[in-house]
Every structure is written in C-alpha cells, then in structure tokens.
C-alpha cells in the first residue's frame, strides 16, 4: 500500500523496539498511555518527527526550539530541559541499536486529567513524554516517482481560529483533507488558506519551480517546517531564486516543476495536481539538484 510521501520499507525489527514512555523503556505492544491522558482524551500536545543518519538526529536543535515554542504557546509545562530530553532521546536508541534509516515520534502532552474535561485546571500529573522509534527507511522509489495531489475542500484555519503554525495534537482539518484526497485517488491534498492561495499540503510542505524560481507560501498559514527551512536557505546559499509569496492554483497548474518536503522523505517530487500533469509530469532537474543539496546538508549536519 503508497503511503505518498511516507511510503516506508516494513522492517521486521519493529516487532521487538523498546519504545520510551515518561523514562521507562518498554516493549511497542507495552507502550501505552492512560485514558485519562490530555493527548489520547483531547489531542491536548505537541510532538515532532526526528530522523537519524550516521547515529545522530538530524537537526535536533530546530527541532527541539520548535517543540518549546509550542509548548509554550499551549502553556504546557514540559519538565525537562532541553538537554535532558536529548538524553533521553539518545538513551533510547542506544537501547534499540539504532543509527540509521530510523525515525522517532516524539510527543509530549500536558498529562493525566482527573476527569473528561478540557479544562488544564483538572490535569494531576507531569506531562507525559513518548519516544517512538521505528526502523523506517524511506522507500527509495518516493524519490523518483512523483505524486499525485487533489486540492482539497478543507482550508488552513487562521490563527484566530486553530493557529496552523502550531505542531499540536489536534490534527483533525490534515486528516480530513488526507481523507479528501485519497477519496480522489490522489497521494496527498494540497490545502489552500482562507483567501484562496495555496497554503501547503495535509502532512507535507510544497513548493513549485518557475523559470527557474523556487516559490512556497507566504508560510502565514503552515508549519514552520524544518525541511522547508532548509530547502529556502539551500536556494539561498546557492544563487537559486527563491520566494516565500502568495500564489494560486493556476501558477501550480502552469509550473514547471512541484515537489513537497518534509522530515521524513526529505524532497518528493509532485507530477499532477487535480489530474493535471506538472512540466513533464516526472522529477525535474531543480528537484533532483536540490535533492542532493539536502542529502549533503543532512550528512553535514549529523558528522559534526
């Protein structure tokens, strides 16, 4: 089964990982949190998704001053310092033997509620703390072979509403478009936000080459993505025009190029958007150079 852009290779070795939930190592079958958790009960968190080359996480630290960010906007007490959890990130795969083609879900909720209620005033315990690895290797394929997306009914909020820059638990409008899109037969959906300009997609970042610019959103009404970070300052660093701007669908229709990014699969290439083809409808060469620029920033970055 395509999972788009998360397309994975099954590895048996996942049957015995030891997962981490609040500093206890346990087998994945034991790992399992109360009912009365704020994430199970109400999405009430924040997480992120980590991958590891070489033995190290890849850009940890973006990662971790996202994770406080969030924490902090939703007045959520993590418990640790930012060190702390590194360690115990660390400890974790030490105990699982990984150091490569590996990925870690890390979330962190506010933590054990006396009562069904979404008041914060009821929680009883510290946050709860899971550290999820997996070995998950990328399929090679996703790469090359470019997906399909459907522009999709459900909007980015405002963030008078749901802020959508806010990596929290509460993922229901993502879903609900990945539900759309699949629907249509696509890999994944590409969201629009309330005024009609291309905001991003349910669980990627996008972007699309134009005579030889690079355009994403304005970013107003997406995730601070850590892969489309990169992706601008590589086009920076190497005399690529790049712009965060509005734009809408008919710029994408007319493209050159598309592709989305994201922590796990790094840079996929898009070949139709609404059953239209994209350029050549295949990986283009801004992709495929830029797929290279990131995979020496990541190796970069884990041999320090």
Avoid at 105 to 129: C, H, N, W
Wanted: charged share 25%; proline share 4%.
């Amino acid at each position: 089964m395509s999972y788009g852009s998360h397309a994975y290779i099954p590895d048996p070795r996942n049957e015995t990982v030891l997962f981490n939930v609040n500093g206890t190592l346990l087998p994945r079958d034991k790992a399992v949190v109360n009912v009365f958790d704020s994430g199970f009960m109400l999405g009430d968190g924040v997480w992120e998704g980590l991958r590891v080359h070489q033995g190290k996480i890849a850009f940890l630290k973006d990662h971790l001053d996202r994770l406080w960010e969030g924490a902090a906007a939703l007045d959520l007490d993590i418990g640790l310092s930012q060190s702390q959890l590194q360690n115990r990130l660390y400890d974790t795969l030490a105990a699982n033997k990984m150091d490569e083609d590996v990925h870690i879900r890390l979330m962190v909720t506010r933590g054990l509620r006396s009562t069904p209620y979404q008041d914060p005033r009821v929680v009883i315990s510290e946050a709860t703390i899971v550290i999820a690895p997996e070995f998950k290797k990328s399929d090679p394929k996703t790469a090359e072979n470019p997906l399909s997306l459907y522009t999709v009914s459900v909007r980015r909020g405002r963030a008078d509403v749901q802020d959508p820059g806010l990596n929290s638990h509460s993922k229901i409008n993502c879903i609900t478009a990945c539900i759309q899109a699949i629907k249509a037969g696509a890999d994944e959906g590409l969201m629009l936000d309330p005024q009609g300009f291309v905001a991003t997609c349910n669980s990627t970042h996008f972007f699309i080459v134009r005579k030889d610019e690079v355009w994403t959103s304005s970013g107003d009404y997406c995730l601070g993505g850590i892969t489309r970070g990169k992706i601008i300052d590589l086009c920076k660093a190497n005399d690529i025009p790049v712009f965060e701007k509005n734009f809408s669908l008919a710029k994408c229709y007319g493209a050159d190029e598309a592709f989305t990014t994201g922590t796990f699969a790094g840079l996929a290439p898009v070949g139709s958007i609404d059953g239209r083809q994209i350029g050549a409808g295949k990986r283009g060469p801004m992709v495929e150079r830029l797929q290279g620029l990131y995979l020496d920033l990541i190796h970069k970055d884990t041999s320090a």
